[in-house]
């Protein structure tokens, strides 16, 4: 059994979910997972993501307030033509009682510091992130929002 790391910022943890894991894991996050396909029509279904993640293709991180589930992030790297990676946000959830997206935001631009990424990027159909992301410094570029590094 491999070690899940966990990394606690301003009240909320964020686990990153080995590989042994996943499987375990999905099962807990396809209900989400389905509500976010249902609420934003997204341009894939759940097997896609769990096959890149069996595959070590991205990487799941679970969302917990103390020992309660909240929700998750799906990531992967994006990697240019010239080599540059861009952090990419496939999919993400938080149950909709809570609110950490200032804290989801700090750990992902640690992660993409970690890796070196030069952006972060997600792509939104939803209306409220057209308010949001500019407040987070994401400029909107077609449906995909990236913020500088």
């Given at each position: 059994?491999?070690?899940?790391?966990?990394?606690t910022?301003?009240?909320?943890?964020?686990?990153?979910?080995p590989?042994?894991?996943?499987?375990?894991?999905?099962?807990k996050?396809?209900?989400?997972?389905?509500t976010?396909?249902t609420?934003?029509?997204?341009?894939?279904?759940?097997?896609?993501?769990?096959l890149s993640?069996?595959?070590?293709?991205?990487?799941?991180?679970m969302l917990?307030?103390?020992?309660?589930?909240i929700?998750?992030i799906v990531?992967?790297?994006?990697?240019?033509?010239?080599?540059?990676?861009?952090?990419?946000?496939w999919?993400?959830?938080?149950?909709?009682?809570?609110?950490?997206?200032?804290?989801?935001?700090?750990?992902?631009?640690?992660?993409?510091?970690?890796?070196?990424a030069?952006a972060?990027?997600f792509?939104?159909?939803?209306?409220?992130?057209?308010?949001?992301?500019?407040?987070?410094?994401f400029?909107?570029v077609?449906?995909?929002?990236r913020?500088?590094?």
């Open positions: 059994r491999s070690m899940v790391q966990r990394l910022i301003d009240g909320l943890s964020i686990e990153t979910i590989l042994t894991e996943v499987r375990c894991a999905f099962e996050i396809q209900p989400d997972l389905e976010l396909r609420k934003c029509k997204p341009n894939w279904i759940s097997p896609d993501i769990y993640l069996q595959e070590e293709l991205s990487t799941l991180y917990y307030q103390e020992d309660a589930y929700g998750f990531v992967n790297t994006l990697r240019s033509i010239s080599g540059e990676d861009t952090l990419f946000v999919a993400s959830y938080q149950k909709p009682e809570y609110n950490y997206l200032n804290a989801i935001f700090k750990f992902l631009e640690k992660v993409a510091d970690d890796m070196k030069v972060i990027e792509d939104s159909n939803r209306k409220g992130w057209e308010k949001i992301a500019p407040l987070h410094d400029n909107l077609t449906q995909t929002y913020r500088e590094l």
